[in-house]
T-cell receptor, first 113, second 116 residues
């Protein structure tokens, strides 16, 4: 009930291409869905987040698409750059449980120059 | 201002020893979280402190794990009688508040624990 499933585990994209990472969840009580970016040796940093009352949120080259009926959400990175190479985690939160986050397994993205 | 800091950055210990990991949250943040990140895995919630409320310990994997938060600021995660499966990166995060509002969690760089 608390799991968030993320795919793919790893992704290689050419510079300028589109990177797409997918997540699925089971618990309909989740009310906040952030994506985190993590570089080696660093802690995760919030990239972009969405609530289930909207279907899409865009910030620069990063877009979250949210499908409430399918209980799925995805991160799209447009015009991917080598500097985007990092590990990306989706997460979900139930507001009534404080702000503890349930994370997906992570996707290691490599953007080739 | 300074972000979340953690110490030590790396800790190597022998099986059966106790270890203490420290987290200094961002000043003014009332909520503090500990997560564990095993190799190639996502982050696993361990424990959460919010102000003076009783901590949510529901993520602690065994009674060998405990945590304290003194004076509403610094937190210490203690692992007693360490086992090899405890080897992981332990991450601390803090936020302004908990519950609704989508308050961002700011993560520290983590402590890499290796149990030999």
């Amino acid at each position: 009930q608390q799991q968030v499933k993320q795919s793919p585990q790893s992704l290689i994209v050419q510079k300028g291409g589109i990177s797409i990472i997918n997540c699925a969840y089971e618990n309909t009580a989740f009310d906040y869905f952030p994506w985190y970016q993590q570089f080696p040796g660093k802690g995760p940093a919030l990239l972009i987040a969405i609530r289930p009352d909207v279907s899409e949120k865009k910030e620069g080259r990063f877009t979250i698409s949210f499908n409430k009926s399918a209980k799925q959400f995805s991160l799209h990175i447009m015009d991917s750059q080598p500097g985007d190479s990092a590990t990306y985690f989706c997460a979900a939160r139930i507001g009534s449980h404080g702000s503890r986050l349930t994370f997906g397994e992570g996707t290691q993205l490599t953007v080739n120059p | 201002g300074a972000g979340v800091s953690q110490s030590p950055s790396n800790k190597v210990t022998e099986k059966g020893k106790d270890v203490e990991l420290r987290c200094d949250p961002i000043s003014g943040h009332t909520a503090l979280y500990w997560y564990r990140q095993s190799l190639g895995q996502g982050l696993e919630f361990l424990i959460y402190f919010q102000g003076n409320s009783a901590p949510d310990k529901s993520g602690l994997p065994s009674d060998r794990f405990s945590a304290e938060r003194t004076g509403g600021s610094v937190s210490t995660l203690t692992i007693q009688r360490t086992q090899q499966e405890d080897s992981a990166v332990y991450l601390c995060a803090s936020s302004l508040a908990s519950g609704g509002g989508g308050n961002e969690q700011f993560f520290g760089p983590g402590t890499r624990l290796t149990v030999l």
